[in-house]
C-alpha cells in the first residue's frame, strides 16, 4: 500500500500529540507527556479513490522547537502546522517553525490547526489573522482534540493534499 510519511510541527504543548492520539486511537487524556523522543503512529485514509497508509510522525518532550530537525523531517510528504488558539505566541513559533521545514524540505503540502476550539472563551487569535492566511492560500482549520472536533478533517485533508501533488 502506499504510504506517506507526515510530520507533527508546532510548539510546546500545542495538542500534537492529543491529535494523533484523537485521530489514531479515538482518545483524550489530559495527562502532559514530557518524555523525549520520536514516537510513531499509523492510519489509512482514503483519498482520491485509493488508500493511503498516513505515518505519523510525532516528537515529544520539551525541546519540541529545538528538535525540529533534518532528520525528524526527512522524507516527509506533509505536516501539520500546530497551534494552540488559547496562546498567541504559537502562531509566532508556527510561523518559524515553518520556515525550518521549508529549508529543509522545501514547499511541502500541510495544514494549520487552530487546536483547542472547545476553549472559546480562552480563545487567543483573531479571525483577520487566519484570513491573512487564507488569502495567502494556506488552509487553516480549527480543531479540539478534546472533543474530536476538526480532528478527521485535517488530517484527510492533508492526506488529499499529498495525493494532489
Ligand atoms: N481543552 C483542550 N486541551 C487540549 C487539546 N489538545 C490538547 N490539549 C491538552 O494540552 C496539553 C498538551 O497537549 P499535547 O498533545 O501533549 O501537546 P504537544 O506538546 O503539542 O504534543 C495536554 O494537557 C492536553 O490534554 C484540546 O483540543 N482542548
Ligand atoms: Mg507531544
Redesign the pocket.
Known sequence: MLQKKVCMV?A????????IARFVRSI??????TTVGVKIDKKTVFTHGKELNLILW?L?GED?FQKVHTSYLRGSSGYLL?VDGTRHNTLDVAFALKQRVEDSLGNIPFVMVL?????VDEWDIENEEIEQLTKQGWIVIQ?????GDGVEEVFQTLADKIMEE
Open positions: 508546532g510546546f504543548a500545542t495538542g500534537k500529540t492529543s491529535l483524550f487524556s489530559e495527562n502532559y507527556q510525532d515529544y519540541e500546530v487546536n483547542k476550539a472547545d476553549l480543531t479540539s482534540a478534546k472533543t
